[in-house]
């Protein structure tokens, strides 16, 4: 028979919190967008993105998506990683990062912000995003919508689910959007 252990001390202290969000950072740039306004933003990117698409298309969607976004968990933690830390301001999108001279990597890839969604199961998938991010300097914004918000996601990149989206700063049409409704949360938070 197996004895049944009781999670005590850090391990129990590790347990707790993830039920519990992490505190927000005051720095940190996070928000929630539901209901009608995130149905608005969806549609206003999905618009721009197919757009942006039907100018480009000289490559297969697939790896034209992967241009453009950063797409699942494991990717977008990957792309954080390799940002450096807080670059001092917010990243914007029409900036070019030169490549390092004698390193011979390839250029660091910087996303301008994550979208994440809120109805992730198990939490403990995403909670090191928002700390992470914070970091970076990379604003997150939740998708907020009665348990869909990953097949939301999903929708914006032709995929079933999505439970992380970044937006890479490329200086296209989606980045110009991401921008204004930073913006624009930015100017409802201050008049709030």
């Keep these: 028979m197996r004895s049944k252990k009781r999670t005590t001390g850090a391990a129990a202290g590790a347990l707790s ?13 996070q928000f929630c ?21 039907d100018l480009d298309q000289t490559l297969p969607l697939k790896f034209w998506t992967k241009q453009q976004f950063a797409v699942g968990v494991n990717e977008v933690t990957r792309v954080l990683e390799r940002m450096t830390p807080d ?10 990062f030169p ?5 011979r990597k390839p250029p660091c890839v910087y996303l301008q912000a994550i979208l994440l ?7 403990w998938l995403t909670k090191h995003l928002p700390a992470l991010a914070a970091s970076r300097n990379v604003p997150l914004i939740f998708v907020k919508d009665r348990k869909e918000g990953s097949l939301r996601l999903g929708e914006l990149i032709k995929l079933k689910t999505a439970i992380a989206v970044g937006i890479k700063a490329k200086g296209n049409g989606v980045n110009q959007l991401i921008k204004e409704v930073l913006v624009a949360h930015e100017i409802d938070s201050v008049e709030a």
């Design 17 to 29: 919190n993830s039920i519990h969000p992490p505190p927000l950072l005051p720095h940190q740039h």
């Design 33 to 53: 967008l539901e209901g009608e306004r995130l149905s608005r933003f969806l549609e206003s990117t999905l618009r721009v993105i197919e757009s942006e698409r």
């Design 87 to 96: 670059r001092g301001g917010a990243i914007s999108s029409d900036e070019h």
């Design 99 to 103: 490549m390092n001279g004698g390193d």
């Design 117 to 123: 969604a809120s109805d992730c199961n198990p939490r």
